[in-house]
């Protein structure tokens, strides 16, 4: 297997511009544990998070929680100056621009720069930093429910309890 071009490092600093976070539509698919880390920051049930922050995407598989968008696409967290929700954003978030796709090759890390300012500016993060943040993009499944459950009746049960549960890896 070649060595990955990043593996002697890249240059990125985040600078906070909330390109990522805002002005095109997207998705943020969440996993168990994003879910757990959100209900615990944001002291809400359950059902009332499911029914203010996210909604079903049809993925192929099943359906999919991802969050929602503001109109504009804004990410449902953002406010003025950032995420409302950073110390427990989802892994997604926290792990961006070192996603698979985007660290295939030096022509996709480069072509996502036109997103990203953040992209070979700053320090040069190593090799084994930039691993380990695509092992947790990779390694944070996104839930998937099956088909037969109706939206309106998932509970904290079936998502966190996985009950009628398979993961994907998005």
Same mark, same amino acid.
């Given at each position: ?32 544990? !994003? ?14 998070? #499911? ?73 040069? #993060? ?18 998937? #429910? ?23 890896? !998005?």
């Amino acid at each position: 297997m070649p060595t990955p071009f990043w593996q002697e490092g890249l240059h990125f600093g985040c600078t906070r511009c909330s390109a990522c976070c805002r002005h095109d539509p997207g998705f943020v698919f969440l996993s168990g544990s !994003d879910i757990e880390r959100l209900l615990a920051h944001l002291g809400l049930p359950f059902r009332e998070f #499911l029914d203010k922050y996210t909604r079903a995407v049809d993925v192929g598989t099943g359906w999919s929680i991802s969050l929602t968008e503001k109109p504009g696409y804004d990410c449902v967290f953002w406010q003025a100056g950032g995420c409302g929700v950073y110390a427990a954003r989802p892994v997604q978030c926290s792990t961006y621009p070192f996603w698979p796709g985007i660290l295939d090759s030096l022509a996709d890390w480069r072509s996502e720069a036109s997103s990203c300012p953040g992209i070979d500016t700053g320090p040069l #993060l190593g090799g084994e930093s930039i691993k380990s943040r695509l092992m947790a993009r990779m390694g944070n499944k996104a839930l998937i #429910l099956d088909y037969a459950l109706r939206w309106e009746t998932v509970d904290e049960n079936t998502v966190l309890g996985r009950t009628r549960l398979s993961s994907h890896a !998005d």
